[in-house]
């Protein structure tokens, strides 16, 4: 597989959106909520992109690999401490919507970008069988 930036990965890109949102909804939240909530969800959201990058930059695809499953980790946290946001009612229902769609579309490219990591592309005319 090809060296890839991890700035042109769709998922990267996708991670880095979904950091993005979160980070004005926090800013507009008071302290207590902004220190308890806001702070956890923005290093979770934060390390997804993170993590990713790190990831690629790794020579190993084992190495590239066990840096998205953290990434995903991370995914799963920022779900978390969202679901912790609408429950305190700190995130609004159309924020909630913008984030559901980024989340929503992130979850299974985390999991096929995991899938893709150390497969090698073959040609489309090349024998299947070991005869």
């Known amino acids: 597989?090809?060296?890839v930036r991890f700035q042109d990965l769709g998922v990267y890109k996708l991670?880095?959106?979904?950091?993005?949102?979160?980070?004005p909804i926090v800013l507009g939240w008071d302290g207590l909520?902004?220190?308890?909530?806001?702070?956890?969800?923005i290093r979770a959201a934060d390390s997804i992109g993170a993590n990713i990058a790190e990831g690629s930059g790794?020579?190993?695809p084992n190495d590239n690999r066990r840096f998205v499953r953290i990434a995903r980790g991370s995914f799963l946290e920022t779900?978390?401490?969202?679901?912790r946001a609408f429950t305190r009612k700190l995130i609004s229902p159309e924020q909630t919507?913008?984030?559901?769609?980024?989340?929503?579309?992130?979850?299974?490219m985390l999991n096929s970008y995991l899938r893709s990591i150390g497969k090698?592309?073959?040609?489309?005319?090349a024998p299947t069988s070991t005869d």
């Open 58 to 60: 790794r020579h190993s």
């Open 97 to 108: 919507g913008l984030l559901r769609d980024i989340i929503d579309r992130l979850s299974p």
């Open 15 to 23: 991670a880095e959106e979904l950091a993005d949102a979160v980070w």
């Open 79 to 83: 779900q978390h401490w969202l679901r």
């Open 120 to 125: 090698k592309a073959t040609p489309h005319d």
């Open 1 to 3: 597989m090809p060296f």
């Open 33 to 41: 909520a902004r220190d308890a909530v806001g702070k956890q969800l």
